[in-house]
């Protein structure tokens, strides 16, 4: 998997994208059911609600290469959340990752996906980042195949995606 990400500071930044590690306030506003002026307008979804529980519990979750929101460069609103389950278990780690509807479609979770991934890769004691997908959901199959990662398992309902270290 070729790089395609630069960092800068903590961000992981991408043609379009900046993913950033969850904002400590952002976090509390999202358990507080708060708005908060830099997010889309359907930010947080369901799934960032849960993350936002996750992070809150478990500190190593805001490791360097742990969980980020995804933010669009050119409006600077938050639009997702990714990142790697840390710590990773036999030098493997769980990538996730969601985008809220309304800027679905525009390759944000590919991009977001293909550079968190070639990120995780370069983290110390990781050789390998996989996903879980249901088959039924074909976006994020597609997603995976997209931003580079091999199906290498399946039940007929669910698959494994990974992407190994070079």
């Keep these: 998997m070729s790089p395609s990400f630069s960092l800068t500071g903590a961000d992981v930044t991408t043609e379009r994208l900046v993913l950033r590690p969850w904002p400590p306030g952002d976090v509390a ?4 059911g708060h708005r908060l002026a830099h997010w889309a307008q359907d930010f947080p979804s369901a799934a960032d609600r ?19 929101q995804i933010v669009e460069r050119e409006s600077g609103l938050a639009v997702g959340a990714i990142g790697l389950f840390w710590p990773p278990e036999d030098s493997v780690i769980e990538i996730g990752y969601g985008i809220v509807e ?3 479609g525009r390759g944000y979770a590919t991009e977001a996906t293909r550079a968190m991934t070639a990120f995780g890769l370069t983290a110390p004691g990781v050789d390998e980042v996989f996903a879980d997908v249901e088959l039924a959901d074909a976006a994020s199959v597609r997603v995976l195949e997209k931003a580079g990662l ?17």
């Excluded at 506003?29 to 507080?32: E, I, K, M, S, T």
């Excluded at 091999?150 to 070079?166: I, K, L, Q, S, Y």
């Design 50 to 68: 849960r993350i936002s529980g996750f992070v809150a519990e478990r500190p190593e979750a805001m490791n360097v290469y742990g969980q980020r």
């Design 29 to 32: 506003a999202v358990l507080g």
């Design 102 to 104: 309304s800027r679905r």
């Design 150 to 166: 091999r199906r290498v398992r399946g039940d007929g309902a669910t698959a494994r995606f990974t992407a190994r270290r070079p």
